[in-house]
């Protein structure tokens, strides 16, 4: 199993960047596809999520109407659109593949990509 998080770096205040995640290694259709960020001396927290079946998307109320969680099953990819950024976005962004069964739960992560937002 793998997931590959691309596209961060450092970026303007009012800036957007588009995180990608590239998912192998098990059924990525299954999965509810997530972004969550990690700023240094805070915990983890969950930026984004959408579920496969019904494309249904739950956002963070901090990054609402600014970020867009996308994903493309036949790429088995998940996109992260991040617009009007901020310097409190600035946070190491990780992806992960979650999927929940009566019996048992496959949690998967990504190694992480930093964004810095700062002038």
């Known amino acids: 199993v793998q997931l590959v998080e691309s596209g961060g770096g450092l970026v303007q205040p009012g800036g957007s960047l588009r995180l990608s995640c590239a998912a192998s290694?098990?059924?990525?259709?299954?999965?509810?596809m997530s972004w969550y960020r990690q700023a240094p001396g805070k915990e983890r927290e969950l930026v984004a999520h959408?579920?496969?079946?019904?494309?249904?998307?739950n956002y963070a109320d901090s990054v609402k109407g600014r970020f867009t969680i996308s994903r493309d099953n036949a790429k088995n990819t998940v996109y992260l659109q991040m617009n009007s950024l901020k310097p409190e976005d600035t946070a190491v962004y990780y992806c992960?593949?979650?999927?929940?069964?009566?019996?048992?739960?496959?949690?998967?992560w990504g190694q992480g990509t930093q964004v810095t937002v700062s002038s």
């Open positions: 992960n593949a979650l999927r929940e069964s009566k019996f048992r739960r496959y949690d998967y």
């Open positions: 290694g098990f059924t990525f259709s299954s999965y509810v």
């Open positions: 959408i579920i496969s079946t019904s494309g249904s998307t």
